[in-house]
């Protein structure tokens, strides 16, 4: 059975990529066709065709490899300077441009000297470009906030789970109540695993992080309002300053750092609670900043991916994953003792977030990403305007087929870092299960 349901998780795995890059491909294909350019492919995968069929004048395929998807468009890039798609070049790096600008022509047909990519205003490459990715973007949001919304995640609350018979400071580690040792102020109060503090000093508290913002902030008389199965009862506490966890400021500790604050003596209960759409929405914030940031540590990550493929080293838990870590995850999310209901959210969040990878790494103005094309029409754009605020000639279109040979570089890096998460992904895994 777990077998099974493992095999389960990485079906729908692999649907949910599907779909997002068809998703994203659907951004580009749409905003194309909405101006004017002719679109002849539409696939989703590489490699060898599994499937395609050929409606109107657009084939719609997948392909066996599904690592990514592509429209072609004709047109992509403009002809070159004399006006020739393609000319002969015994140079390596004007080989690349011209085979470039060889592939946007290919299938030119009669007519199609106005539904050319390239002949299109800069906004609206933008556009066709930036669909693509903000696709991905639209699909993760929606994937996220439904999910915090309508299944909530697994957080500490206000309830309280056990209570501490006496004060040990924290950095002194888990030991046995010494006969020196003063009551836990929670116990002289009467408070009880299973009362659900409600109110702090009379003001009210819903989230773990305020509560436990107020507790350290207090040293000395408190009333706590707790509900007790149906009754709400006020309880007097006397808090007492002690070493504890320094926090994060969300509910959270700090490894191995301690600090002198508010103490009170019980450990809250963890449980499922749904969040608001404001509370989403800050979470969706936060997941974002840490998107951006992880994309940014990306180089750094080498040396630790480096050392957990082909070396002894152990695999850092956040370290970036590949297609086929990020399947195995989501086999796993499903054979995890759990909920049904947190199963699917789980495997949702990690579709989602491959969303929002697709859509960060997609913005960077690097060739052959997304972000490389709009840099490119912004620039011509730009420059356009220059042109004209001097009374020069239009420069014409910018030619980003000369890019081509930094394209082929940022690709060259691309495969090397994806072979190497890879190879880290089938040696020493990312496992949920330790």
């Not at 199609?112 to 930036?130: A, G, N, S």
């Not at 773990?208 to 007097?236: F, K």
């Amino acid at each position: 059975m777990t077998a099974l349901m493992f095999i389960l998780g990485i079906l729908i795995f692999v649907l949910g990529l599907l779909f997002s890059i068809a998703w994203h491909e659907f951004g580009h294909f749409s905003t194309a066709r909405m101006f004017g350019v002719r679109v002849p492919q539409f696939m989703v995968g590489f490699g060898p065709t599994v499937w395609s069929r050929k409606r109107k004048e657009t084939e719609y395929g997948v392909k066996a490899i599904p690592l990514g998807g592509y429209i072609r468009m004709i047109g992509m890039f403009p002809p070159g300077e004399d006006g020739a798609v393609r000319k002969r070049s015994t140079s390596p790096f004007r080989g690349m441009i011209e085979d470039a600008r060889a592939a946007a022509f290919e299938e030119l047909q009669p007519g199609d000297e106005k539904r050319l990519f390239y002949t299109r205003k800069p906004w609206q490459r933008v556009i066709v470009m930036f669909a693509g990715p903000f696709q991905n973007l639209i699909l993760a949001v929606v994937i996220f906030l439904g999910v915090l919304m309508a299944f909530g995640v697994n957080e500490q609350t206000t309830t309280v789970a056990s209570v501490s018979e006496c004060v040990v400071p924290q950095d002194e580690g888990a030991r046995d109540c010494r006969a020196s040792d003063q009551p836990a102020p929670a116990a002289a109060a009467g408070l009880r695993p299973g009362d659900r503090i409600v109110a702090f000093d009379g003001e009210p508290v819903t989230e773990w992080s305020t509560l436990q913002e107020r507790i350290r902030d207090t040293v000395g008389p408190a009333t706590l309002t707790v509900e007790r199965g149906d009754r709400t009862l006020d309880l007097r506490a006397d808090l007492i300053e002690n070493q504890v966890a320094k926090t994060d400021g969300d509910g959270g500790y700090v490894e191995d750092e301690y600090v002198s604050a508010g103490f009170l003596g019980f450990s809250p209960a963890s449980g499922i609670e749904r969040q608001s759409f404001t509370e989403s929405a800050g979470r969706m914030g936060d997941i974002m900043a840490n998107g951006v940031q992880a994309l940014v540590n990306i180089p750094s990550e080498v040396p630790g991916l480096w050392d957990a493929a082909l070396g002894n080293g152990e695999r850092e838990p956040d370290s970036p994953m590949g297609v086929v870590g990020a399947a195995r995850v989501g086999g796993e999310i499903f054979t995890l003792d759990i909920p049904a209901s947190q199963q699917i959210a789980t495997a949702l969040f990690l579709v989602a977030g491959f969303n929002l990878s697709l859509f960060l790494f997609n913005m960077l103005p690097l060739l052959p990403l997304d972000g490389g094309h709009i840099a490119g029409a912004l620039w011509e754009s730009a420059r356009r305007r220059i042109a004209r605020a001097r009374n020069r000639p239009d420069p014409g279109p910018f030619d980003v087929a000369k890019l081509m040979p930094v394209a082929y570089v940022v690709a060259g890096v691309f495969v090397c870092f994806t072979l190497l998460v890879l190879a880290a992904d089938i040696v020493s895994p990312v496992s949920l299960t330790g």
